[in-house]
Structures are given as C-alpha cells and as structure tokens.
C-alpha cells in the first residue's frame, strides 16, 4: 500500500462518518493547506501533544489505543479553556500500514464522538511509530478558562477522583482517557475563570496553576478513584480530570481545598509542603 | 536543563525577536491552549510537515539547519495557497539540549525574517530526534489558490529555474530552502487561480495538480539552475518553487508548458509521457 492508496482510505472513512469537512473546515485533505472559514465573535485555541513509542507507549500497545490516547490528550486541553473542539490536523509516522490504520480506528472512533473534522495531516514512514496531534477549538470571545485566574479566597475543585490512570497502569491496563469537553464547556456560565487538565499528576499540574495566577493553594482533600492510593492520586499522571477555581459551589464538582496568599507557587496538603512528584516530559517520571 | 529551563530559554529568545504574541495570537506559550483571535474577512490556512533524523536528516545534519527547513516546508505551503503566515506550533523529540538550542536558533532566525509567532509547542525526549512544524496563514476570504483551479488553455509556469536542490544534495551540501511567500501573495492580484510548491518533484507535483484540476498538462521546456540536469529540474525534490498556472502573462515568472485536456492526471514531455518519479513519502524515495 502506498502513500495514496492510504490516503485514500483515511479519506473514505472520513466521508462515511462525516469528518472530511464541516465546523468551518471548507477545504480539508488534499491541497496543499486546509482551509478554515472562522465564525465571527469566537476566539480559537491550538493544542499539540505529541507521543513517540518507548516513550509514551510500547511497543505492544494496541495502535487503536495510541489513536484515541493522543486525540484524547489534545481535546482534555480544549476542555481545559473551556472550548468546543473543532478540527484536528494529524502527523503520523509509521512504516506499517496496519499499524496505521489501526491507529486511525481509534483516533477517528473518538473524533466522531466529539464531532472533530480531520482537516489535513502528514504521513512519514519510520521504523518506529510516533505522532502528533494539533487540535483547535473555539470559545466565545475574551471566555477562554485561563491557569493565571486563580484568586486567593478561590475554593479549588476537581471534575472527578484521581489516581485511577496510575493505578491502572500499575495493573499493566493501561485507561482510555476520555476528555472533559461538556464540563468545560459548561463553567463559565457557572464563574469560573480558572482551570487546567490534569495530564502530569496533581502535585505539579497544581503547582503549574498556582505559578501561573502568582498564588499558593491548600489542599484539603483528595478523592481517589476506586482501589487508588493517596500517592497516586496527588502525583499520578493521565487523568485527565479538570482542575479548577471558583468563588461560587460548582454543582458535579469536587472541591478538594482553596486558593491562598502565601509564596507564588506554594502547594500544601494538610498544612505540610507538598512536593511536585508527576511527570516531567523532557526527564524520566519522576513517581 | 529541565523541561521547564529550556522553555524559559526559548521563550526569553521570543520576547528578544518579537515572537511570544501578535499577528491574532494574544496569549501564547504557558498556558493549556494558545488562544488566537481572527480577522474577520479571513480564511485561515493550516498546514504540518515531520521530520525525523535518518528520514529527512541524518546524525550529522546541523540542528539549525533542520529547524531552517522545518519551519520552511510548511512556509512554502502557505505560500502555495497564496498566504501570509501567522503563527506556528512546533513539536519537538530530541534528548539533547544542546540540539533542541541548535534547532530554535535555526528556527527562529526564518520565522523572524517572515514575522511568524511561536504560538505553542510541545517537547518530549527521544533518543533520535524528530519534529512536526503546523503552520497557520490567512488569506482574503475565498481566494485561496488551489491546486483543483487549473482549466484547459491555461498556461503553466514556475517561479524559478529547477533541479538546485537535487543537486545540492548530490554534492552532499543540501540547500537550505527560501519559502516563496512573496511570490504567492502577488499571484491572486495578477488572475492567478490555481497553485502548489514543487516539494516532491515537478513530474509528481504536476501530476498531483492535473489530478487535482481534471485536466493533463504539456510541459514544452524546464529550467534548469546552474549546473543541475534535466533528470534533476524534472524529478528532483525539495526545489520548494511555485507551480502555478494562468491565462495572462505573468512577470518574473517561467513558462513551462500548457493545461490540456487529455486524460486527466497525464503529464507529457516533448509530448512523451513523463513518469512521476518524484519523492513518495511513504515509500523509499525512487529517484
């Protein structure tokens, strides 16, 4: 199978599941750009996240599972900002065209889900399989959810309890992610101002927030999924749940501490320093 | 040098050049998203192209010098539709800081030159370095050129003589390669409809096109630069001119043959089929 006889098929399955063009896409694959037609009154968000095999996945990963953990992760960060994705534009290596296509199973299973156009992309052909996925989104002028909103006085919540990604992974069952997009889309009309994904564990990804706003936070406590530790709810990666701040109850959230004046950055947990211990993507995991 | 060390160097080398915020871009790396806010009366164009070492570079390439050509394969897309570029994305996978340095030096110096905002990015590490460039560009609304414009009696032309590239390569010292954007951005004022960039070749760009537009085209002569072969300026890859084609003359531009109505996606040379032997990225090159 050649590069166009691949294209072809990427193409075919597009049309019969409505992904080829729409959400303001007008030309997608094919030429030498997409072309995007942008509604007036709506900011655009841009996300990439990229994964590389014996980094963030193995070589007996399931490539369906690859597909849907990489759309996954990008969309978790337009849910972050509060936005409705719209389009994707994919870079894939590989030089296996069943691994190919099985990855494109699992990304466009969730594309379809979430309504994401596929409006272009970039096939290479290399011994070992990477790739990386741009996402855009939209939110409605100037309501983007930013992490430099936070307030001290700010109750923090989460979407949901924490830990089970690192506890599945520990089980060697590795959890499909599946990205927050209505809840995001949803708090603004709620106040908040303030979120971020929690993609490297809550220990840094709060720290990061906290930097962001010039704030420190307290936490209070922390609800673990079913069978997960403490250690791996406050450091685990790849839960992808939201973290976020408000002034106001937040219904369908869990608030697990609050918003405060101390050193810019400062993270405690039951009044003693907590470490940031997720992950780091230039070094080694740290947890 | 932590992920956090090296992102806080390469964005100070933003700030220095003028290239953290602007062109619609009003908030960019730091955050989930960047956040881009549209002209209206836009189209926007979007465009990725990966490279990875031992495919499109080796071990001894210079890391400025992968930066230089990522940056401008995709520059040389938005060209091709007619666009100036606006802001651009980049994932990065190298081990090595002193690369990833390398590689935003050379980068950064083209993006500078053509005002192009680091909007985001993402870096992981890899033992064999790679990166995947997405380019964002607008152009008027509706007047993107395409390669599907191309009609019968049109006259085809390109932006400059061919075959540098392939030969550059040949004598072991590869070019770096200038994206076309002035050109493009003149050529819907002057009628032009239809274009692409020879990346591939002209043999299997060309065809591309003719297969694009329905149509067959007869290539009459080519221009060759100094010192490259006819095999090199016909089939030779990475030349990143513009192919384009027109009723009207067109100053500073070459004339190469006409659109035809033969079977559609048939290239003929001195009115022999010409095979497409240009670069199939999926495959070996078979040049």
């Not at 499909?176 to 979120?195: D, E, I, S």
Request: charged share 20%; hydrophobic share 40%.
């Amino acid at each position: 199978m050649d590069e166009a006889e691949l294209i072809a098929r990427i193409e075919k399955s597009l049309a019969r599941r409505g992904l080829a063009t729409g959400n303001g896409i007008i030309t997608g694959i094919g030429d030498d750009c997409a072309i995007f037609r942008p509604r007036s009154g709506d900011d655009l968000l841009f996300t990439t996240d990229q994964m590389h095999q014996d980094r963030h996945f193995t070589a007996a990963t399931a490539a369906w599972q690859v597909g849907h953990t990489a759309l996954a992760r990008s969309l978790s960060d337009i849910a972050a900002m509060g936005g409705r994705p719209l389009f994707t534009i994919v870079a894939l290596a590989s030089n296996d065209p069943a691994w190919i296509d099985q990855f494109y199973a699992g990304f466009l299973a969730l594309a379809e889900k979430h309504h994401v156009i596929l409006a272009g992309g970039d096939l290479s052909s290399t011994p070992t399989p990477s790739c990386d996925v741009m996402v855009c989104g939209a939110v409605p002028r100037g309501r983007a959810l930013l992490r430099s909103k936070a307030r001290p006085g700010d109750t923090l919540y989460v979407s949901g309890p924490l830990g089970a990604a690192a506890l599945a992974l520990e089980r060697g069952r590795p959890r499909l992610p599946a990205p927050q997009l209505a809840m995001g889309q949803t708090l603004y009309a709620q106040g908040v101002r303030c979120a971020m994904d929690l993609s490297d564990g809550l220990s840094i990804d709060l720290r990061r927030l906290c930097v962001a706003s010039g704030v420190s936070a307290h936490l209070d406590s922390v609800p673990r999924a079913r069978g997960a530790s403490l250690h791996q709810a406050l450091h685990g990666g790849e839960d992808y749940a939201l973290l976020f701040t408000s002034r106001k109850p937040i219904p369908n959230a869990i608030a697990i501490g609050r918003i405060t004046k101390s050193n810019p950055g400062e993270v405690f947990f039951d009044d003693r320093p907590l470490p940031p211990l997720g992950w780091d993507h230039y070094h080694e995991p740290s947890s």
